[in-house]
């Protein structure tokens, strides 16, 4: 479905990504998985048209996107929740998930949607009208995930969704992770800091060292493999 | 205490504030978006009302009369700004969009001057007459010892602008991407928005704005030359950055501050300081409250 043949993304003269090829393929939940700095998120940016790579190619469906502007990429129905979550703060929760299906047009499909993540995410509900800037680290999440499914993306790009959040918050996020890609055949695309639970949902996973993959495997074989336990699953 | 020379000076200044809360908006609306001062805005406003001033001296020639004059000078007005200020961000500030922050401060200069010496050589340097297109209304029997008909018309167009833009910004699709571009550059990129078009947007309603601005001050004073751009370019930014610059009520309300507070600084001391007062309340606001009435410290939730 995504292919990435050997990227490189470059930030003004600093080379983030120096080689980065991978496969998703349709239906899968593949994990991307590295220490801080290593181009995870930059990865994703490139994806997306945000920090275009300046080398390489990046197929979808067949079709190179590399040279396309972000909101064309978003309209192929690739959509990302960025690490950080970047909620529009003075938006309602309701304007952030309507901003989510912006380039649909579809009225009734968007209501029905809504409803749907209203009851994935029963607290948005209640905080329907609040603005999303004041939401709580674990609402701000459940939304920035519910606004990108409101884009009914087929491939979902989630950047460290677990990060700062309590346990069982964690828990309930990788569960839904999971539902959306199992009921909704959405083919989803995880990094992760929290490789333990990602590896554990994830059917096969990439390994991510100074801008370069030097890992890839199924992800059953990434959780038994010494070097990963050692350096990323802190056994 | 005279209270209806008090009621003359604040009905005074709040007209003339309305108007500059008009071009201030546009100062704010770009500075919002993409954390420019637009330096040029001022001679988009002073385009507009040259625009209006020889579509109106055709159009009298042809033998209409004021009041039809006025809406279609204007309208041509604003269509001609609209084309300068999308222009403008075109040549002058797209190409330096990934430039360091300075870069297009000094174009906007740049621009700013080009095209007011612009103005001047294909037109003149001097002062001209600008035509009475608003009549006395009847209407409006004692209430003249406050307002002027063309006080009248400009509250009245002010208002509906003012409302026109906030209904535009709170429900169309246009507004919505205005401001979540405004609120987070990258993340309305990923839900789709297209920033380019968003920012050409934000530059043609500012221009509106600005000329319908020319328009309704030229027709207050009288008469309009290629620097006036200047002066109130200066004090719109002045009101924009009272009222917190990128916040679009603040415009508003920096706006008739500013126009109040002149007025009646000029009417209970002395005119001659009345561009003192205005910048003199400046310097105070910046001190005490450097983000502005209703800005915001700058903080953010990660
Ligand atoms: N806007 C930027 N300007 C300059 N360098 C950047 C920028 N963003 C990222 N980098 C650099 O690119 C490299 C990769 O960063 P990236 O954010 O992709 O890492 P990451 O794997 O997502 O890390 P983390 O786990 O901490 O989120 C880092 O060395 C970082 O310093
Ligand atoms: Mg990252």
């Known amino acids: 479905m995504l292919e990435v043949r050997n990227i490189q993304t470059y930030y003004g003269n600093i080379q983030a990504l120096k080689n980065v090829s991978l496969t998703i393929n349709e239906g899968e939940i593949v994990t991307l998985i590295g220490a801080n700095g290593a181009g995870k998120s930059t990865t994703l940016m490139s994806i997306c048209g945000v920090t275009p790579p300046r080398h390489g190619e990046i197929l979808f469906r067949g079709q190179p996107i590399h040279h396309l502007g972000a909101e064309k990429i978003v309209s192929l129905g690739i959509c990302q929740v960025p690490e950080g979550r970047h909620i529009f703060p003075q938006m309602s929760v309701i304007e952030n998930l309507e901003m989510g299906a912006y380039l649909r047009q579809d009225k009734a499909g968007i209501k029905q949607d809504i409803e749907y993540v209203f009851g994935r995410f029963p607290i948005l509900e209640k905080r329907r009208n609040q603005a999303g800037g004041t939401l709580s680290g674990g609402e701000q999440q459940m939304l920035a995930i519910s606004r990108a499914l409101l884009a009914r993306p087929s491939l979902l790009l989630l950047d460290e969704p677990s990060l700062g959040l309590a346990p069982l918050i964690i828990k309930h996020i990788f569960e839904i992770i999971k539902k959306i890609n199992s009921e909704s055949n959405t083919t989803v695309f995880l990094v992760e800091q929290n490789a333990n639970q990602a590896l554990k949902i994830a059917h096969r996973g990439y390994v991510m060292e100074n801008g370069a993959i030097t890992l890839e495997d199924r992800a059953e074989n990434l959780l038994s493999n010494e070097d990963v336990k050692r350096a990323y699953l802190g056994m | ?302």
């Open chain 2, 1 to 302: 205490m005279d209270f209806q020379y008090l009621f003359e000076l604040l009905c005074g200044g709040v007209v003339k504030g309305s108007i500059y809360a008009l071009i201030a908006l546009g100062y704010t609306m770009v500075y919002g978006i993409i954390q420019l001062i637009n330096f040029a805005h001022g001679e988009i406003y002073m385009i507009g009302a040259f625009v209006a001033f020889i579509v109106a001296g055709v159009l009298t020639l042809t033998g209409y009369s004021g009041l039809g004059i006025l809406p279609l000078a204007a309208l041509i007005a604003v269509i001609y700004a609209a084309a300068y200020g999308y222009t403008l961000e075109k040549i002058a500030y797209r190409p330096l969009r990934n430039a360091p922050r300075l870069s297009p401060l000094i174009s906007a200069i740049g621009a700013s001057i080009f095209l007011m010496n612009y103005v001047q050589l294909v037109q003149t340097p001097d002062f001209l007459p600008f035509p009475e297109l608003v009549p006395d209304f009847e209407f409006l029997g004692d209430l003249t010892q406050f307002m002027s008909s063309v006080d009248v018309v400009i509250l009245a167009v002010t208002t509906v602008t003012m409302i026109a833009l906030t209904v535009l910004i709170k429900y169309t699709r246009i507004g919505k991407a205005m401001r979540a571009t405004q609120q987070d550059m990258v993340m309305a990129r990923l839900v789709g928005v297209n920033v380019d078009r968003v920012i050409s947007a934000t530059f043609i309603i500012g221009s509106v704005l600005a000329a319908i601005g020319g328009v309704l001050i030229a027709s207050r004073t009288g008469q309009i030359n290629s620097a006036i751009g200047f002066m109130a370019g200066i004090k719109a930014f002045t009101a924009a950055v009272l009222g917190g610059i990128g916040n679009i009520p603040g415009a508003v309300l920096g706006g008739l501050v500013l126009g109040v507070a002149e007025t009646f600084g000029a009417g209970y001391i002395s005119s001659a300081y009345e561009d003192v007062f205005a910048f003199g309340l400046l310097v105070l606001i910046l001190i005490l409250r450097p983000a502005g009435l209703l800005g915001k410290a700058v903080k953010q939730k990660v």
